[in-house]
């Protein structure tokens, strides 16, 4: 894609607020300080699904800590005034609650809960269900007990309705049925006749789809596609109504909205058996909130993957992307406006502008559980769209034109808005923000000025004990000029007169970014003596559509080039010891720091997490497919040569760097079976200095959200592996006993 044209930025006075209160906690004097460890980590909380009320009044949201085991996050709802007049304070006790939804007169929350029995074991915990509860206080009342559960709730404008969604088939709607239809006290209890079996689900899996499970979900139940329903909201007191299913089918629906007048329910939908495949799609729906016949409402060549109803419900704006022939690996999403009826045609308001539209940057502190909610919102007069973006590994809010897509930003600086959601006139925001060196704080935004008051900050004692430093941001040349940008994170006493290790910290997507966001896995290694340099090489998103491409076919390749050119900048610069450098890095990282040991020997230790070390293995193991040729141009039948060529295993007889391999054994991204495993089996053969640590239970969010001991002894076990060959320590863990 071409560069888009430099806009001008302004600077106001939002941005210097924003720094003053970001700073101002942490202004305490070197000496008071520590450093930061990798147990911090239990202490942190993080703040999930903002939710600001729609009279702008209050804001809740999902407060997530590590439970009392530390192999667990708890979740409870708390309430905070926008004013800043008060506090926040817990608003319902947890240990399960999330998704906080106000009702549009601001009296109400219904919210999701998964209910807690005495003698339940952890593997039979119950699905979750809808709560009601008054924002006076009481307690919370049960709005749902559907067997298969509820979620993701909507109310209805005129407030007297609740959609949510449900995977309940009609087998399980009949079960259920009988169940609450049966008599209380002495439900009737029919004799089981001799030699019956009980009634059972058999637990045996008939896989006819190419695409069967699910990394972090487990396996997918085609019989059971999510389905909207409704619930009327009972009166005070009152008992719930029964539950109502609105759509049905072999297709699943997601994404629930409201018409203005509630008389209708958009949802978005791709209504193909086996998309895999087809060209992605994902298409814009509506369908009477009372039931009956869905209609199509907004169509395009690619998929849409978020959208939201002008005020008057007369537009629909939506980020999405149009499907390329030949096909891309890195499609840059857009946000487009349409007519809300059939047939209408979308306007591309970012055609122009080369960011990524509602996307983030990568890091290791976004809230493990409760929602990270990204929305398109509407202004009241329905004359801009506020969404955020990701700009040079920065994410911020702008507003766009709804008419001209003309571009205002609304927030700047360096930093990552990592969720927000708005008043319906668009005017207010609660917001979290994160930065270097500050973890999820909320903040009540004004849209019109920028400016923005803190609401709360749990973090802020922890983090005024801590030696934190933000890291400096380079650019520098790659081997054919390109222009590569790239953070160094330095110890907190760095000295430039020292020579110190450093370690090279690759980001997976590999269509992701790093950026200003807190990352703890960087400020503990700084704090450990090493210099982290974490650059975003070509391929990265966040840099516009033709650098995020560039890599198709022909990844690992001129990416790792740039990341060897990093690392060249750092030692030229004086403060890096050549012989002591370390690389690591997860997922697209993982399969680059395998690649990178092949290529090169200068590296004294690596550990390669979550990694592909057999394209061809991956191409048949993971839990997505690889149908289309955005990737690959063929199959590995079809392709041998170029799958052979590209996977790190085929050069494993060129390693001499000790390689440590991290993996999750619940991992269906990139399964361990065609990456470390293999990589270990063919290092072990030839007898090369290597370890595989593996972490039961764990998918390929391991490092963001995994149980929080396994956080931090990966952390451990990583930095461990460094120290004993790039610091010479005396470490026998990894040796052959």
């Not at 609450?180 to 008939?206: I, L, N, Q």
């Not at 390929?700 to 990583?718: D, N």
Request: hydrophobic share 35%; net charge negative.
């Amino acid at each position: 894609m071409s560069l888009g044209a430099l806009r001008s930025r302004r600077l106001g006075s939002a941005l210097l607020v924003l720094a003053l209160l970001v700073a101002a906690p942490w202004a305490l004097s070197a000496a008071a300080k520590r450093s930061i460890t990798e147990t911090d980590l239990f202490k942190f909380v993080w703040i999930a699904d903002p939710q600001i009320s729609p009279d702008g009044k209050q804001a809740v949201f999902v407060r997530v800590t590590v439970n009392d085991k530390k192999d667990g996050y708890d979740t409870a709802l708390w309430i905070v005034p926008t004013d800043g007049s008060e506090p926040p304070r817990p608003f319902t006790a947890g240990p399960r609650d999330g998704s906080p939804r106000w009702s549009p007169d601001s009296g109400r929350i219904v919210f999701g809960r998964v209910p807690e029995k005495a003698d339940q074991k952890a593997s039979d915990a119950p699905a979750p269900q809808l709560y009601l509860i008054s924002t006076q206080g009481g307690e919370a009342v049960a709005l749902t007990d559907l067997p298969r559960g509820a979620g993701g709730p909507e109310w209805s404008p005129d407030g007297r309705t609740i959609a949510f969604m449900s995977t309940m088939n009609d087998e399980d709607l009949k079960k259920w049925k009988e169940k609450r239809e049966a008599k209380t006290g002495e439900e009737k209890k029919e004799k089981k006749k001799e030699g019956e079996d009980e009634e059972r689900e058999s637990d045996v899996r008939v896989i006819t789809r190419a695409q069967y499970r699910l990394n972090g979900g487990g396996y997918l139940d085609p019989a059971r596609p999510g389905h909207l329903w409704t619930i009327e909201v009972p009166a005070a007191g009152a008992k719930a109504p029964e539950p109502k299913r609105i759509t049905t089918g072999e297709f699943a629906e997601n994404h629930l909205a409201w018409s203005p007048d509630s008389s209708l329910l958009y949802f978005l939908s791709n209504r193909v058996k086996e998309s895999y495949y087809e060209a992605p799609d994902n298409d814009v729906y509506a369908v009477p909130a009372k039931g009956g016949e869905m209609r199509r409402i907004v169509s395009i060549d690619g998929p849409i993957n978020d959208f939201a109803l002008s005020p008057d419900g007369w537009r629909i704006a939506f980020v999405g992307n149009l499907n390329q022939k030949p096909e891309r690996s890195y499609d840059q999403p857009d946000l487009f406006v349409v007519d809300a009826a059939p047939g209408s045609e979308a306007r591309n308001l970012t055609a122009g502008y080369d960011f990524d539209v509602v996307e983030g940057i990568a890091g290791d502190q976004h809230a493990p559980r409760g929602g990270r909610p990204q929305p398109i919102e509407w202004s009241g007069d329905g004359r801009f769209i506020f969404v955020v973006t990701g700009e040079r590994g920065r994410a911020n809010i702008e507003r766009f034109d709804a008419a001209t897509g003309a571009i205002a930003p609304v927030t700047r600086g360096d930093q990552e808005i990592a969720s927000y959601t708005a008043t319906p006139d668009g005017s207010r925001m609660a917001v979290v923000v994160s930065t270097p060196t500050a973890i999820n704080d909320l903040f009540a935004l004004d849209t019109a000025t920028g400016n923005m008051a803190p609401l709360a900050r749990p973090n802020q004692d922890l983090f005024s004990q801590l030696d934190l430093t933000p890291p400096e941001e380079i650019t520098y040349a790659s081997f054919d000029g390109r222009k590569i940008q790239a953070f160094v994170q330095k110890p907190p006493d760095f000295d430039s007169k020292k020579k110190y290790p450093l370690i090279l910290n690759i980001h997976g997507g590999p269509h992701s970014a790093y950026g200003y966001t807190f990352d703890h896995e960087f400020q503990w290694m700084a704090a450990k003596g090493y210099v982290v340099l974490y650059p975003n090489p070509r391929g990265s998103s966040t840099h516009g559509q033709e650098f995020g491409n560039v890599i198709q076919y022909e990844f690992p390749g001129d990416d790792a080039k740039d990341l060897l050119a990093g690392v060249d900048e750092m030692v030229k610069r004086g403060s890096i010891d050549a012989k002591r450098l370390g690389v690591t890095g997860g997922s697209g990282g993982g399969i680059l720091t395998n690649w990178i040991v092949t290529q090169t020997d200068r590296f004294a230790a690596a550990a390669a997490q979550r990694s592909i070390a057999d394209w061809a293995s991956f191409w048949y193991t993971a839990d997505f497919t690889l149908f289309k040729q955005n990737w690959f141009r063929g199959a590995p039948w079809e392709d041998a040569q170029d799958f052979a060529r590209r996977s790190p295993i085929t050069y494993a007889a060129k390693i001499t760097t000790p390689l440590m391999l991290i993996e999750g054994e619940a991992d269906y991204r990139t399964p361990p079976a065609a990456g470390g495993e293999e990589m270990f089996r063919a290092l072990k053969y030839m007898k090369k200095p290597v370890v595989m640590v593996r972490f039961p239970g764990e998918s390929h969010e391991l490092s963001r959200s995994g149980q929080p001991w396994h956080r931090v002894e990966r952390l451990r076990h990583i930095v461990a592996w460094f120290d004993k060959y790039l610091q010479g320590k005396k470490i026998d863990t990894y040796d052959v006993p």
